[in-house]
């Protein structure tokens, strides 16, 4: 059974900081693994995908990468803004269904 | 740029209560799931479907639930009597085929039971 674990749960830094978030599964078996962010009480914005033979992807000021072997997967986020601030979702996708973390709450300040 | 839609954006219904979540994926898409978010907690998957038939669901998804694809463009989820800890975010999601492809999500139901 698929299991996804995002660390930090939360996290705060200042504006402009580039900062790391960490994303693991334990069933290397997946077709892709999707980055979303989510603000509170709103629905999921897909920020990236990467399918399972692909090393990383990249939009903007996001970059993910994945490393199946290992079950992890990051997302880099360069010059950090107080617009990021929301929850960064990550989820591994099987045959159908996605199987999401918890989460890692982003608070960026002025 | 195509998108899932879903409405109603919040239902406040009493317990006991029957609703119908809709949902109207993306026109070429022909996978359709929904998940559900419980405040503070992880997104999970309730139930995929394919061909007018349940393809995978989870252990959420017991009899109290069901799903249809009454016409050519909607998909729905019905609570057949609402419970108090079915409050919770519901988010209908397609995709174009299964495995490689995206899914793509709506931007939820807040379903509260009162």
């Known amino acids: 059974k698929q299991e996804v674990t995002q660390i930090p749960a939360a996290l705060s830094v200042p504006e402009g900081e580039n900062l790391v978030l960490n994303c693991s599964f334990t069933d290397s078996a997946i077709y892709n693994l999707q980055w979303f962010r989510q603000d509170p009480g709103k629905g999921l914005t897909s920020l990236l995908l990467?399918?399972?033979?692909?090393r990383e992807q990249t939009s903007g000021r996001l970059n993910a990468s994945l490393d199946k072997s290992s079950g992890r997967s990051t997302l880099y986020i360069a010059a950090s803004q107080p617009g990021d601030s929301a929850t960064y979702l990550c989820?591994?996708?099987?045959?159908?269904?996605?199987?999401f973390g918890t989460g890692t709450r982003l608070l960026v300040s002025p | 740029e195509p998108e899932v839609t879903q409405t109603p954006s919040h239902q406040v219904t009493q317990m006991g209560q029957e609703v119908i979540l809709r949902c109207v994926p993306i026109?070429?898409?022909?996978?359709f799931y929904w998940y559900r978010q419980i405040l503070g907690q992880k997104v999970e998957f309730l139930v995929s479907?394919?061909?007018?038939?349940?393809?995978?669901k989870s252990e959420i998804f017991d009899d109290q639930f069901s799903v249809e694809r009454p016409d050519g463009s909607n998909f729905t989820l019905k609570i057949r009597s609402t419970k108090l800890e079915d409050s919770a975010m519901y988010f209908c999601?397609?995709?174009?085929?299964?495995?490689?492809?995206?899914?793509?999500f709506g931007q939820g139901t807040r379903l509260t039971v009162v």
């Open positions: 989820a591994g996708k099987g045959f159908q269904k996605l199987v």
């Open positions: 479907f394919y061909n007018n038939e349940i393809s995978e």
């Open positions: 990467i399918q399972s033979s692909q």
């Open positions: 999601a397609s995709s174009e085929v299964q495995g490689h492809t995206e899914a793509f």
């Open positions: 026109s070429n898409h022909l996978y």
